[in-house]
């Protein structure tokens, strides 16, 4: 039982983490393909997690009562965080005419489903580039000055994209030399925005000092954007929002609050879950250009960020001023850095991180399935028991075990592999279940299966698949004798899955 809840606890924490970075992508209108994947994901986690707290209620083992179901702590995949080679002025981008210390603030304005990108000059004027590209590989059109009905709020502005109203569009802040917050809503639509007049230090917020920049994430958990900004004399200030999430109002500036340490001057600031750990890490740059990262060591409600690591995971600092803005660019999956310079360059590195989901779908055993799914992709299946002797043939992102055992799927994207934790699988014969006294015959058959449920008094769901995994049968029962016929079905081996809300169980068939 202990074992049990240590399990659920486990994909408990999996599954909270997968709907927090579904819910971040789709509030910043981000990358729709890996909001499908962790849909997916979290879909099997619930499946999961309903079967274990139903058994963890009742007392049961679940290792014994989902046999062929093997309890394992979840593994993620712990590869090594890497970033490429800074890219000069890289997707048609151009060294912009005017000085700036602002960052780069990403957001699809046009809603059709790519990046778009707003910075600012030293003069306040906010530049506008409209990927013309695609998710995958941008195109960034000439940079238009105030787009939108934008006017300029001051000198050195820095704007950051983020829907405080909650309207489902994107509204924008901005910090600029006065030291003062200036917001513009926007009054059009998530396809065509229009930004109201300037509004200074709304929903509470205070002067706070020059050279302000801000960005927003949800760091108490709560379910509204809290701000973390920096400013010209290197601190970090936190404001809550202790408002809602469509009518915000934040607190008094928190100054280095979550034990975070100043840098220099001039700080840009990104909340990013650079460690997929599902809590916010925080990355920064400052007026040396070097970039500086602070992992958060604490919890998605209650942060605490470790001790200063200057230019981690590869990357290597730019001229002057630099400013971290994170967006899935080449949309693969993980998050690349765009920063300005003082100059009004643009640098790009990409995340060239391993970033593969090594997880394995067991809930259907004796077919395990792959998590991990995509175009270019590929999969071999390995005998754990046979020093990971790879399986002839069997290359596909399911695999039906034969025989008792445990299996693991080795992954290969591009440069990056990465391999699962060991399933166990248990095919269970007639006379490993005679406590449950569920039986049927003849097996093997030339045909006719029948089923005989016993003690089994709830409603039984079976379902046949054959051993490439494909679906032969599905039904449900309240009776107790079912006859299933295989007499059109090719001969050979089959797998016949029983379960109710409270058991899993599964046998081999072999029709003759």
């Known amino acids: 039982m202990k074992k049990n809840k240590h399990i659920f606890n486990s994909l408990l924490i999996r599954y909270n983490k997968y709907i927090k970075k579904r819910e971040n992508l789709r509030l910043a209108s981000r990358n729709n393909r890996r909001q499908n994947i962790l849909t997916k994901h979290i879909e099997r986690l619930h499946e999961k997690l309903m079967s274990l707290k139903v058994s963890i209620q009742k007392g049961s083992v679940v290792t014994a009562a989902i046999l062929g179901a093997v309890a394992f702590m979840p593994q993620e995949a712990n590869a090594q965080i890497t970033f490429g080679a800074a890219q000069f002025n890289p997707f048609s981008l151009t060294t912009m005419s005017d000085f700036t210390n602002a960052s780069v603030s990403f957001g699809d304005l046009d809603n059709d489903g790519d990046q778009d990108i707003m910075t600012a000059d030293e003069y306040g004027n906010f530049l506008y580039y409209e990927n013309t590209g695609a998710s995958s590989s941008p195109v960034f059109g000439s940079a238009q000055t105030n787009p939108f009905s934008l006017s300029i709020p001051g000198t050195f502005s820095d704007p950051e994209f983020i829907d405080l109203d909650n309207d489902g569009d994107l509204d924008l802040i901005v910090g600029d030399n006065s030291g003062d917050w200036k917001y513009f809503e926007n009054i059009g639509t998530a396809s065509a925005p229009n930004y109201g007049a300037v509004q200074t230090n709304p929903f509470s917020l205070a002067y706070l000092g020059s050279y302000s920049s801000a960005n927003f994430e949800d760091l108490d958990n709560d379910g509204d954007f809290d701000l973390m900004a920096g400013d010209g004399s290197g601190d970090f200030y936190y404001y ?10 934040f607190g008094a500036a928190q100054t280095n609050p979550f034990s975070l340490t100043s840098l220099n001057s001039y700080v840009r600031l990104s909340l990013i879950d650079l460690d997929g750990d599902g809590d916010f890490d925080l990355m920064a740059g400052d007026y040396s250009g070097d970039f500086y990262y602070y992992e958060n060591t604490g919890t998605v409600s209650s942060p605490t960020f470790g001790l200063l690591q200057t230019n981690p995971f590869s ?3 730019i001229v002057d001023y630099s400013g971290p803005a994170f967006a899935d660019l080449d949309n693969d999956g993980d998050m690349d850095i765009l920063s ?8 790009y590195f990409e995340n060239t991180s391993c970033n593969l989901d090594n997880t394995v779908d067991n809930s259907s055993t004796p077919t395990l399935t792959a998590n991990q799914s995509g175009g270019s992709i590929a999969y071999r299946w390995l005998d754990c028991d046979n020093n990971n002797a790879v399986i002839p043939a069997e290359t596909g992102q399911s695999f039906t075990a034969t025989t008792n055992g445990n299996y693991a799927v080795e992954i290969t994207n591009g440069s990056c592999i990465d391999t699962s934790a060991c399933q166990n699988v248990v095919i269970t014969g007639i006379n490993e279940l005679t406590a449950n006294k569920v039986s049927f015959y003849p097996n093997p058959t030339n045909g006719i299966v029948n089923l005989n449920f016993g003690a089994i008094s709830s409603e039984i769901n079976y379902t046949i698949t054959s051993i490439t995994g ?3 049968e599905t ?3 309240l009776k107790n004798n079912v006859s299933i016929n295989l007499t059109n079905e090719s001969n050979g081996i089959y797998f016949m899955r029983i379960y109710t809300r409270e058991t899993s169980l599964v046998y081999k068939l072999i029709k003759k």
């Open 470 to 472: 494909q679906e032969i």
């Open 340 to 347: 300005h310079n003082y100059n009004g360059d643009f640098y």
């Open 315 to 317: 990357l290597t600092g």
């Open 475 to 477: 039904g449900k029962t």
């Open 240 to 249: 809550e929002n202790t408002g809602t999430a469509s009518t915000p109002s």
